[in-house]
């Protein structure tokens, strides 16, 4: 067992304090002055020992069509080290038992804190069998670090059993609230608990959660709320915080954040608490102005921060917070209770609230990030109403069109322009390393953007699902939503009715693009039918997935990767860590169907799988 690390406090200098052993749970100083580990290499170069700490972080500078590095350094940087070791065991859940992925040992896994500017140090040990993995800091930028965005097939190999991977990477983001989850292509067997939050706090942040300490969902007057919904294994209501029946404990007369995360693979929840507005203050990470509503709808990799106040008459109080599930598959609500004493010498209640299966109606109560707004019986609001309160420089522009296609099979197809729809899949070389001129042709849907612009993606959904559309090293602008048409109104053969851009928007993209600017998400529902616009500035040089993130819906090949700015990263450039790639160098055949289509006849695709198009071969 790694060495317990003395703690220490703000201000105590790099001579008081020694990391003892990296791979314990620990908050310290980097580099050690008299560390026993050997210097790591960060991209190739040679780091550790002294005072200075050198980081490699990417400019806007070419030659030719390459990205160069320029050196920055960072002196007397924290770090924050977390040591993830990866395993299963078995839970019980709803009366079955299942297995289940853990890290440490643990259900929830630990939620990552972190302030601004320091470094993050995560080593991810694969201790189960026959498994592989990556992990991805979702809604990072990870500028001048892509090669620890943690997705198989663009940033690293896979993780094999019993071997290790050191992500570790200079947090400058902006504070607010993220998550890590796996992303590989197989998925684990068992329920997958190797997801939870990550928090980044304000550089002069006290009393956050040191890493291994404490109770890291609730501190101060902050309060995590992370829900997964054990999709594809468990049928049942999903779990908070990783119960069924999580306690939230407050004070009275006391504001608190509540960061809300929806940390699952595929279902989207109505968010509530009873008797109580909620006050969003931010979304995905990012801060806008406060804004009132009785309900949040947030989908799989959305999150919001709420402010909200308990002002209760009686000693003690306890109430339901509920997440009600939008499909009708979802029969029951993911339940919470949340205890309120007016001072700390009373003890919470320990009964449970009354209307346990009750809650807000949905049809008169305000609803946030609503999409079929076209139901008039819903008092429905945009994701677009909520105000930003800070946004990108806007740069010369351009514009791609893309649409999703979704067969009555499952098997799911995106087509950028004038190409054919393609369904995704993960080349077994990481695209980072193949030469930019190739990718087009040997990584399938490959959007290739320029550097230093202002890029506007058009998406037209003509599919039945909602999708929760997630990029990858960047925030972009929700600039317009085409939210006319209802998942209810598809036909038997799973058709919409599908929106034009004419219909979906109230003014033409062009003027849309000229006189709006959007709240920043990095994660935001293209409707189904309908259509949505995204901005975002190409200053992040790399190769970034951007795909639904229900992750059936991703596998099937919903997904596409944007090539920013060509940049190449040489092999002799990773870590010396660096996950191997030596089972991975056969390519993948691509395979030509055509596809049958009762809207347009016969559409010639391009499939990842000789079952893609299944039975409309």
Known sequence: MPNKQESFKDGDSVEEKILEDRESPSETLVPPSNSDE???????????????????????????????????????????????????????????????????????????????????????????????????????????????????????????????????????????????????????????????????????AVDIPLPGSGDSYQFGSERILFYYDLFPYYKGPGLLNGDQLHEIKVENGREYRFRIINGGDKYAYFFTIDGHELTVVATDGFPVEPYKTDVIHIHSGERFDILIAFDISTPTESLWVRAKGVSSSQKEDVLGVIRVRKDSSIPFETELPPDKNGGIDLKTAKILNCLHVEKPEHNCHGITELVPTQLPPLLDSEVHYVEVFVLGTGAMFMKIAERKFTQFYLPNIPALFTPAADRESKHANMLSVSANKSVTIVLRNQGWSDHPMHLHGHHYEVLALGTKKAPDICDENYICPLLTLEEAFSEPISDILATRRGVLKDSAILPSGGAMILRFNTDNPGVWLFHCHVKAHMLEGLTLAVNEGDYLLSRDMTPGDYPACEKSEKKKEEVTCSCSDVRSGNVEMVCARPWGCGGDN
């Open 38 to 204: 050997q210097p790591r290499t960060k991209h190739g170069l040679l780091i550790g020992g002294g005072m200075v700490f050198l980081v490699i972080s990417l400019v806007s500078i070419t030659v030719g069509c390459v990205y160069f590095y320029k050196i920055s350094t960072v002196t007397k940087t924290r770090t924050k080290s977390y040591s993830f070791e990866t395993g299963q065991s078995t839970k019980e859940v709803g009366g079955k038992s299942y297995i289940v992925n853990t890290i440490n040992g643990n259900i929830p896994a630990p939620a990552v804190h972190v302030r601004k500017g320091e470094v993050l140090s995560v080593k991810v040990a694969n201790g189960i069998a026959e498994s592989e993995l990556t992990v991805h800091w979702h809604g990072l930028h990870l500028r001048g670090f892509q090669v620890y965005d943690g997705v198989e097939g663009i940033t690293q190999c896979v993780i094999k059993p019993q071997t290790s991977y050191l992500y570790e990477y200079t947090v400058d983001e902006q504070p607010g609230t993220y998550w890590y989850h796996t992303h590989n292509q197989k998925g684990l067997l068992g329920l997958d608990f190797i997801r939870g939050p990550l928090i980044i706090h304000e550089p002069d």
